[in-house]
């Protein structure tokens, strides 16, 4: 049974992750998607809220689970028997910074593939920064985000009275 991590900082989850998802889950039998605990941002989400919008956003997916860790993503592929981590690929301009953590991860740990993944065309500009940046200064986000993380955007930014 192949099993692959998809780690990310998800604050929030946008459509291009559950995109990315729904590629993986065609390809391996089963898709852990991993929070990381402390990846060196300031995050508007607390890693449990993230937690929980990942698995309301990826509920349908019956061979997706989704958890956290701490420390280096190697590690955690180690721990729960993956063969590879998932990665997005948008943009050219995410190449570089996306094939050094590769060649890194494979020198930590030479048995782990990274697979870098294409999303549909549709969100190569599309990022947390910006849907947050959006929802706080009342943008519609709700193209670009799941239903939950909508809800979740405006109670953050104090618009759930409306
Ligand atoms: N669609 C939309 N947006 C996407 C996307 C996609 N398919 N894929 C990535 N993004 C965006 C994210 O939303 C995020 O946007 P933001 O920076 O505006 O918030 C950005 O791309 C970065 O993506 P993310 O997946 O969160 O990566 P990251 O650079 O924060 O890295 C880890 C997260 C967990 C992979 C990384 O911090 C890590 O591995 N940490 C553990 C330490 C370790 O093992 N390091 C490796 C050894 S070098």
């Given at each position: 049974m192949a099993k692959v991590i998809y780690p990310g900082t998800f604050d929030p989850v946008t459509n291009g992750h559950i995109d990315i998802v729904s590629r993986a889950v065609a390809l391996f039998d089963e898709v852990i998607v991993t929070v990381a605990r402390n990846p060196g941002k300031t995050s508007l989400f607390t890693v449990e809220e993230r937690v929980e919008m990942l698995k309301e956003s990826l509920k349908?997916?019956?061979r997706v689970v989704v958890d956290s860790f701490d420390g280096l993503v190697v590690n955690h592929a180690k721990q729960v028997g993956a063969v590879g981590i998932i990665r997005g690929l948008r943009?050219?301009?995410?190449f570089e910074y996306e094939f050094q953590m590769a060649l890194m991860n494979r020198k930590l740990a030479g048995e782990i593939t990274t697979i870098l993944l294409m999303p549909h065309a549709?969100?190569?500009?599309?990022?947390s920064t910006i849907v947050r940046n959006l929802a706080q200064f009342q943008g519609d986000v709700s193209e670009f985000v799941p239903k939950i993380v909508v809800e979740k955007l405006k109670i953050k930014f104090g618009k759930n009275k409306e």
């Open positions: 349908d997916y019956k943009a050219i301009s995410d549709r969100y190569t500009y599309l990022n």
